[in-house]
Nanobody, 118 residues
Framework: QVQLVESGGGLVQAGGSLRLSCEVS????????VSWYRQPPGKQRELVAF???????GYSHSMPGRFTISGDNDKNTVYLQMNRLRPEDTAVYYC????????????WGQGTQVTVSS
C-alpha cells in the first residue's frame, strides 16, 4: 500500500515562503508522476505542479512562477517551494502519486493547510 505524507504547511504572512514536503513510501521513479494539487476554500481541487518518474517537471498554466517542484529519490520526497506567497494561495495542498503499471493506482496524501495572511 502506497502512502504519501505531506508536511510543511502553516500560517505565513504575505510575501513569505514555505516549502512543502511529500514523503512517499516508494521510490519516486517507480511512479509515472507525483503531483501537488491545492484546494482553496470553497473551490475545486486544482493541479499545481508535477514531476515525472524521470525527473521532468511541469506546472499548471494557471500557476504562478513563484512555485518550484523538485524531487529527491534518495529521500523518496517531493518538494514544493513556494515564494512570495499571497492570500489567494491559501488552500489545502495535497500530494498525489500515479502509477499505471503493476501495482497500479492513484494515491493521495491527507493534505497540509497553507494559510497566507494579508
Amino acid at each position: 500500500q502506497v502512502q504519501l505524507v505531506e508536511s510543511g504547511g502553516g500560517l505565513v504572512q504575505a510575501g513569505g515562503s514555505l516549502r512543502l514536503s511529500c514523503e512517499v513510501s516508494d521510490r519516486i521513479y517507480r511512479f509515472n508522476v507525483v503531483s501537488w494539487y491545492r484546494q482553496p476554500p470553497g473551490k475545486q481541487r486544482e493541479l499545481v505542479a508535477f514531476i515525472t518518474g524521470g525527473g521532468n517537471t511541469g506546472y499548471s498554466h494557471s500557476m504562478p512562477g513563484r512555485f518550484t517542484i523538485s524531487g529527491d529519490n534518495d529521500k523518496n520526497t517531493v518538494y514544493l517551494q513556494m515564494n512570495r506567497l499571497r492570500p489567494e494561495d491559501t488552500a489545502v495542498y495535497y500530494c498525489n502519486a500515479n502509477r499505471t503499471w503493476f501495482p497500479s493506482g492513484v494515491y493521495w496524501g491527507q493534505g497540509t493547510q497553507v494559510t497566507v495572511s494579508s
